[in-house]
């Protein structure tokens, strides 16, 4: 079965650092996410992609957060600085180009901010 | 109030017993309903994914939504350790219809 990729697995990282994660969706799927998760939480969007355009990036924090999918294909998310409160799991998710198809997850980028 | 209501447990039942587990949501726009199971350090991965009122089964999971309640339970039968996991539910089609809000998550534990 098709999986999402991301990478690194784990990262860890000092305040005032650059950080950058990867994800490759699942094949053929126009739309791609951003999900943050702290732990004992759920899921909140951080940045929703349709093909190479921003669709919903409301909850992103642009000041210090930026995220692009220069080709509708793969991603990257990027935090600069680095702070403390911004060690997470940072989950990506694909789905079909249809309104309301399931989210595939890719098993997340585990961040520590020292 | 959060749009997704779910008890963070965690719940721990014997290997064998039925479990039922819950969310409740306040927008009754809601129309798409998922469960997702979650183990430690992973991604979440789709269970059931129903649309509208009714029951969804697939092998000892059944999905129910009761849209005039607002309530959707998520019940495994023949409960197996290797169910030990979080389990969140998400819903969606509401006024930014293809917006998916998540519950916190139910820690569920079977015990052998």
């Not at chain 1, 992609?49 to 409301?58: G, N």
């Not at chain 2, 969310?23 to 129309?31: I, K, P």
């Not at chain 2, 969606?92 to 569920?108: Q, V």
Request: overall charge neutral; aromatic content about 10%.
């Amino acid at each position: 079965e098709a999986e999402v990729a991301q990478s690194p697995r784990y990262k860890i990282t000092e305040k005032s650092q650059a950080v950058a994660f990867w994800c490759d969706p699942i094949s053929g799927h126009a739309t791609l996410y951003w999900y943050r998760q702290i732990l004992g939480q759920g899921p909140e969007l951080l940045v929703q992609f349709q093909d190479e355009s921003v669709v919903d990036d409301s909850q992103l924090p642009k000041d210090r957060f930026s995220a692009e999918r220069l080709k509708g294909v793969d991603s990257t998310l990027k935090i600069q600085p680095a702070e403390l409160g911004d060690s997470a799991m940072y989950l990506c998710a694909s789905s079909r180009r249809d309104r309301n198809s399931p989210l595939h997850f890719g098993n997340g980028t585990r961040l520590t901010v020292t | 109030q959060k749009e997704v209501e779910q008890d963070p447990g965690p719940l721990s039942v014997p290997e064998g017993a039925i479990v039922s587990l819950n969310c409740t949501y306040s927008n009754s726009a809601f129309q798409y309903f998922m469960w997702y199971r979650q183990y430690s350090r992973k991604g979440p991965e789709l269970l059931m994914y129903t649309y509208s009122s009714g029951n969804k089964e697939d092998g000892r999971f059944t999905a129910q939504v009761d849209k005039s309640s607002k309530y959707i339970s998520l019940f495994i039968r023949d409960s197996q350790p290797s169910d030990s996991a979080t389990y969140l539910c998400a819903m969606s089609g509401g006024s930014s219809a293809s917006k998916i809000i998540f519950g916190s998550g139910t820690r569920l534990s079977i015990r052998p």
